[in-house]
């Protein structure tokens, strides 16, 4: 049974109203803030077991950081596969490029991990300090199954969200976090290594998502993708790599640049701090900016041939105000320090780091919701070129920022790689919002 308004492959005529939007975009908001307090939670235990700062510094700076780079070309197949998946053609052809995808990063996350490869990216290059190295090493390749896994779930969640199952994807998102939850507490109860609890939790909990999409969308492939509909050819060749690879590209330059922040921080001061602190603040940063992450897929679903722009725009701003207004609330409260003490688990100086840093970071999960509205519109008109020259404007602006701030400090590195990234996801988003208001002369969307 649907729970959206998209029961079959064939989008209604009719321009979806506010409450059509809200019931695609609420499941898949949950989604994204279950999915986000994944990392809050990972690190809230690294911070409880031995040697805090070092396994935090690991985890973030090396681990998680270098998984998310890994996975990059993958992470769009949510959106391309809920914009192309039409029949049993198109299906095929994208599952075919799913699990070439999949396993080409699985092997290419093996060498970094195995090889001198990572002594000399991580030491050389990054200038990740030595105490940190073994223990992220060790972390990596806990992670292995995390891109394959990845990208599996992506194409299967696409599928489900087109054909009105959005619902069961948070469910999805609900049995990983009660897998990383189960991990989490036998590592804590037996008082492992930080980063090995935190690795185990995070592959365990994909692997087990994976599979549940797996299951959960055979019945929608086998009643709407049973057979093909030879007016739609599936994208292939050619035309399949111009739509996608300026969609995968947003991804990957977006975290190569993340990367370029571990270096930075640890040539700046309070790099030890910093580190330890970075991944903390990132992950409350995405949790804010979850309900916004959400709403891409939503604009693809609700397009319905251009009829429901005015009102997803209208339902663009509002998240965008929403956003905003929470996140002024926690960092001018004493809320952002009880979340950062007694639910992260930083210690008192870390803390005050952690909550300055919030104010740095104000503006994110608006212009990440107003980032996904325009991108939508983007990848249903197939002009996914402006999506990575927005991103390559972010990843311009940050480093040359950090850049900067590398050569003349202005205080704690945390401070200055949080002003370069957030400039560059305004600049980012200045830029996505002009591209997307430039029409084409007709919607390319069939």
Avoid: K
């Avoid at 989008?11 to 994204?32: G, K, Q, V, Y």
Wanted: glycine share 8%; charged share 15%.
């Amino acid at each position: 049974m649907s729970d959206g308004f998209i029961a079959s492959g064939t989008a209604s005529e009719s321009p979806p109203t506010l409450r059509d939007i809200w019931s695609a975009w609420w499941p898949l908001s949950l989604s994204w803030l279950l999915m986000s307090a994944e990392q809050p939670a990972m690190a809230a235990v690294i911070a409880r077991l031995a040697d805090p700062t070092i396994q935090l510094a690991a985890w973030g700076g090396v681990v998680f950081a270098f998984a998310l780079v890994i996975e990059a070309p993958i992470i769009m197949l949510l959106a391309a596969s809920t914009e192309l998946v039409r029949d049993r053609a198109s299906y095929v052809a994208l599952r075919r490029f799913t699990h070439r995808a999949g396993a080409t990063l699985t092997v290419c996350h093996l060498l970094l991990a195995i090889t001198p490869a990572f002594e000399w990216l991580m030491g050389g290059v990054l200038g990740v300090p030595d105490q940190v190295l073994d223990p992220g090493r060790i972390g990596l390749l806990l992670v292995l199954p995390w891109s394959w896994s990845i990208a599996w779930r992506r194409f299967n969640q696409g599928i489900l969200i087109r054909f009105g199952r959005a619902r069961v994807v948070s469910l999805g998102t609900a049995l990983r976090l009660s897998t990383n939850a189960t991990v989490l507490a036998i590592g804590y109860a037996v008082s492992g290594f930080g980063v090995v609890v935190a690795s185990l939790a995070l592959a365990s909990g994909v692997v087990v998502e994976a599979i549940y999409a797996a299951i959960a969308v055979r019945e929608v492939v086998r009643v709407q993708l049973g057979r093909d509909d030879p007016g739609r050819p599936p994208l292939r060749g050619p035309a399949f790599l111009a739509f996608y690879v300026p969609l995968a590209l947003t991804p990957i330059v977006t975290l190569v640049v993340q990367p370029l922040g571990t270096a930075a921080l640890t040539r700046m001061p309070e790099a030890l701090a910093s580190l330890a602190v970075w991944p903390v603040l990132n992950g409350f940063s995405f949790v804010l900016a979850a309900p916004g992450l959400a709403f891409n897929e939503v604009v693809v679903a609700c397009w319905r041939g251009g009829q429901g722009r005015a009102a997803l725009a209208r339902f663009a701003g509002w998240l965008c105000f929403g956003s905003l207004v929470i996140v002024v609330v926690l960092a001018a409260t004493p809320l952002s320090r009880l979340w950062f003490e007694n639910v992260a688990g930083l210690p008192a100086g870390l803390a005050r780091m952690a909550v300055i840093g919030l104010w740095i970071v104000v503006p994110v999960a608006a212009a990440r919701a107003w980032q996904s509205w325009t991108q939508g519109v983007l990848v249903v008109e197939r002009r996914t070129r402006a999506v990575s020259e927005s991103v390559a404007v972010f990843a311009i602006v940050s480093a040359a920022l950090l850049a900067v701030f590398v050569r003349w400090s202005i205080g704690a590195g945390l401070y200055a790689a949080l002003i370069a990234f957030t400039v560059g996801r305004l600049a980012q988003t200045m830029l996505l919002a002009y591209r997307a208001r430039v029409r084409p002369p007709a919607s390319r969307r069939s």
